[in-house]
């Protein structure tokens, strides 16, 4: 490892800078893994290897690019290669949802306690007017009240006539 003689500077970087938007590829990832996951992919894959294995099979051995008595080393290449690419893919696309699902169920908890908060001081509201109306008089208890101030009225006024007679008015006399 070659020294450098001024440390007082960070050395350069490399000579290749390469660059890329992560966001972008990410997406470009999950498409791919979303495409890999599919049926379609499925159908399309067996059907290039059933061909791939039918122009190596079926031909004169000259005409075949990739002999079945080599062991088809081509198509192992070629789905290998496939492999090494699909699954750091795949793992990318996995890691982003699982980036995602962390952020929604913040969200959700965030949510969820607002919600437990509001509802609890709308229980303690509930319970605050419960409280205030258990003082006030109903229509029936008025109602009950108002009679029995009718009757004591009605008693002390007939009473009050038994003791003083309303005096007959001169034309009676």
């Known amino acids: ?11 350069p970087r490399g000579r290749f800078d390469v660059s890329y938007d992560p966001e972008a590829f990410g997406r470009f990832s ?4 979303r495409y890999l996951g599919t049926a379609r992919f499925l159908v399309w894959q067996t059907v290039v ?17 990739d002999p079945w008595d080599r062991g088809l080393v081509l198509l192992t290449l070629v789905l290998s290669l496939q492999a090494s690419y ?8 996995q890691n982003r949802q699982e980036r995602r699902d962390r952020v929604a169920a913040e969200h959700d908890r965030e949510v ?9 001081f709308l229980a303690r509201e509930i319970a605050g007017v419960r409280l205030a109306l258990a003082d006030v008089v ?8 108002l009679d029995g101030l009718t009757k ?13 007679p309303e005096p007959s008015s001169p034309a009676d006399a």
């Open 86 to 93: 699909a699954a750091p893919l795949i793992l990318l696309a």
């Open 30 to 33: 999950e498409s791919i893994a």
């Open 138 to 145: 109903t229509g029936e208890e008025l109602r009950d009240q």
């Open 1 to 11: 490892m070659k020294r450098r003689g001024d440390l007082s500077q960070p050395r």
């Open 112 to 120: 969820a306690e607002r919600t437990q908060s509001d509802t609890e």
């Open 49 to 65: 290897i059933v061909v791939w294995l039918a122009l190596n099979i079926l031909p004169p051995e000259d005409w075949q690019f």
């Open 152 to 164: 004591a009225i009605d008693d002390l006024t007939s009473r009050l006539d038994e003791l003083h």
